[in-house]
């Protein structure tokens, strides 16, 4: 789904490029099909089969995936709050709408795959892993948002750079986190998962900060 929305958005507005794009995109596709049948004797990895929830799995999917104590991204990445709140501020002045609009849906459709996977929670690893595929999109949208803004309000007397200044530190700070420490990667072995994927109680970012016990 999200190779043809790219594709789709080359073939419509850069239809002089889409031969170059389709020959790269081929050539990554054989190298990585070589790769699984020498690798895992399969075209492609057991990896990319998707194992599908119901519904309701799917809502708690969405909702674990963006604000899960220890795989949500705007808990581990909370300064996206501002960004998605000055990119809607200023929608009209962003360069370019249409990438804008390419990104969003890019990143929903990654979303969505994630979420709808009975297994959304990425297993043993430490916060929204399975949005990796995002992070392109995302920062294409922090750029075009905070270039759209004003110059003269790119200073922390706006509150809104302010708090975003300070949601970045704290992302920064979470994130390293999770790089450094080792309690943070033997939490998964200590608790049941996907049930304390929920749990505020003792969230996975705040392993080897606070008492355990």
């Known amino acids: 789904m999200l190779f043809r929305s790219v594709s789709a958005y080359v073939l419509i507005f850069h239809r002089r490029a889409f031969l170059a794009y389709a020959a790269a995109g081929t050539i990554w596709l054989i190298a990585l ?9 399969t ?3 057991d990896y990319y089969q998707q194992v599908w929830g119901d519904a309701h799995s799917m809502l708690v999917g969405i909702f674990g995936t963006l604000f899960s104590p220890s795989r949500g991204l705007f808990i581990y990445s909370p300064m996206l ?3 998605f709140y000055l990119l809607i501020r200023n929608w009209r002045t962003l360069a370019s709408r249409r990438l804008a609009i390419l990104s969003i849906v890019s990143s929903l459709t990654v979303l969505l795959v994630v979420a709808s996977h009975m297994d959304w929670w990425g297993g043993n690893c430490y916060g929204p892993r399975y949005l990796s595929d995002t992070v392109p999109w995302l920062v294409m949208l922090a750029i075009m948002a905070l270039a759209a803004t004003p110059s003269a309000s790119r200073t922390l007397r706006n509150p809104a750079i302010a708090i975003g200044a300070f949601l970045l530190m704290v992302s920064i700070v979470i994130h390293a ?5 080792f309690e943070t990667l033997q939490w998964n072995d200590k608790r049941p998962l996907p049930d304390v994927m929920l749990d505020w109680s003792q969230p996975q970012f705040l392993a080897g900060w606070i008492d355990e016990h």
């Open 177 to 181: 986190h999770g790089a450094y420490s």
């Open 81 to 83: 709050a501002v960004v």
């Open 33 to 41: 099909t070589m790769y699984s049948m020498r690798i895992f004797g």
């Open 43 to 45: 075209v492609f990895p």
